[in-house]
Every structure is written in structure tokens, then in C-alpha cells.
Nanobody, 123 residues
Framework: VQLQASGGGLVQPGGSLRLSCAASGFVSEYCSIGWFRQAPGKEREGVACFRGTTGLSVYADSAKGRFTISRDHAKNTVFLQMNSLRPEDTAVYYC?????????????????WGQGTLVTVSS
């Protein structure tokens, strides 16, 4: 499986962006798919995911109420809709997959990573 993240860019505070993560190759519906981010000088952190074992979405506190994760099974694509963006959301955003299905918001649980897409929130 290969993952390709896209959709980053420059947006003003309060604006919106939608990130896409396209998977090539077979992706089991029981696989966890997550979005993570890493700001300069900070550790990578989980933002939102579909947890494979439950099929449910999980959000970091920083994302609740503002971000929405969704998926298009037919296109093997997972999206992250980000609304009400803040300067502190500025980071490189990555998507990742965990074949075991147990992965949630902890980066080390994921074994397959896409390249990042940069999101900059600034006026």
C-alpha cells in the first residue's frame, strides 16, 4: 500500500481546507487510517483516524468540533475536512495506515506513511 496526501496550502485564520489521502493497492476495511501532523520543533501527533477494529472515527481534542474525517471506499481515499483553522494548526499533515486495525492516534501504531502536505494558517 502506498499513500499520497494532498490538499495543503496557505489559508487565513478561520478558513477551511480539505486534505485527501489516496491509497494505491489493497486497503482492507479493517485497516486503521489516520491523519497526523507535525509542527516545527514538535513531535508528530494524531489528529483524527478511522480505527479499523471498530470502524469508528476518533479525534484529538484539538480537532473535535472543527475537523471531520471521512472516506470514499470506492476511490480508496480518506479526507480530512478542516474548518475554523487556527495558526496553531500550522504543520505538515501526514496520513498513515495500520494493517492491524488497532491503531488510533498514536503515530508508532502505524507502519505505512504517506509523504506530508504542508498546511499554513496565517494572515
Amino acid at each position: 500500500v502506498q499513500l499520497q496526501a494532498s490538499g495543503g496550502g496557505l489559508v487565513q485564520p478561520g478558513g477551511s481546507l480539505r486534505l485527501s489521502c489516496a491509497a494505491s493497492g489493497f486497503v482492507s476495511e479493517y485497516c486503521s487510517i489516520g491523519w497526523f501532523r507535525q509542527a516545527p520543533g514538535k513531535e508528530r501527533e494524531g489528529v483524527a483516524c478511522f480505527r479499523g477494529t471498530t470502524g469508528l472515527s476518533v479525534y484529538a481534542d484539538s480537532a473535535k468540533g472543527r475537523f471531520t474525517i471521512s472516506r470514499d471506499h470506492a476511490k480508496n481515499t480518506v479526507f480530512l475536512q478542516m474548518n475554523s483553522l487556527r495558526p496553531e494548526d500550522t504543520a505538515v499533515y501526514y496520513c498513515a495506515a495500520d494493517a492491524s486495525g488497532w491503531g488510533a492516534l498514536t503515530p508508532y501504531e502505524y507502519e505505512t506513511w504517506g509523504q506530508g502536505t504542508l498546511v499554513t494558517v496565517s494572515s
